[in-house]
């Protein structure tokens, strides 16, 4: 069983930044990506925001690019995901939550239906 743990998260003003990590423990097949969803308030649906693959391969949603970086440590022992999130908006307000899965799996998706490696959540405020 895969359990995630996130750390940082919240609350800046618009233009401010904000760091998000999130360390896996467990068993976590080598093909697996590593991401990050969020919830914006009163959505029921989970916007895949990054993602990044052993390899380094990275995504972004469009309305994040150029603001927010993900990056990852796979030292031995070691799996941490990490969002750097620059220049924020209000719009990126949100629950954030980091994911591991087959690329296949790491798509918007009903928060309800989350994959079996889902973090426990982080909200993030931004402030105009």
């Known amino acids: 069983e895969v359990q995630l743990v996130e750390s940082g998260g919240g609350s800046v003003q618009a233009g401010g930044s904000l760091r998000l990590s999130c360390t896996a423990s467990?068993?976590?097949?080598?093909?697996?990506?590593m991401g990050w969803y969020r919830q914006a308030p009163g959505n029921e649906w989970c916007e895949l925001v990054s993602?990044?693959?052993?390899?380094?391969?990275?995504?972004?949603v469009d309305s994040v690019k150029g603001r927010f970086t993900i990056s990852q440590d796979n030292a031995k022992n070691t799996n941490t995901v990490n969002l750097q999130m620059n220049s924020l908006k209000p719009e990126d307000t949100a629950v954030y939550y980091c994911?591991?899965?087959?690329?296949?799996?790491?798509?918007?998706?009903?928060?309800?239906?989350?994959?079996?490696?889902w973090g426990q959540g982080s909200l993030v405020t931004v402030s105009s």
């Open positions: 467990g068993f976590i097949f080598d093909d697996s990506d």
């Open positions: 994911a591991i899965g087959a690329y296949s799996e790491l798509q918007d998706r009903l928060c309800s239906e989350a994959l079996d490696a």
């Open positions: 993602t990044i693959s052993r390899a380094g391969n990275t995504y972004y």
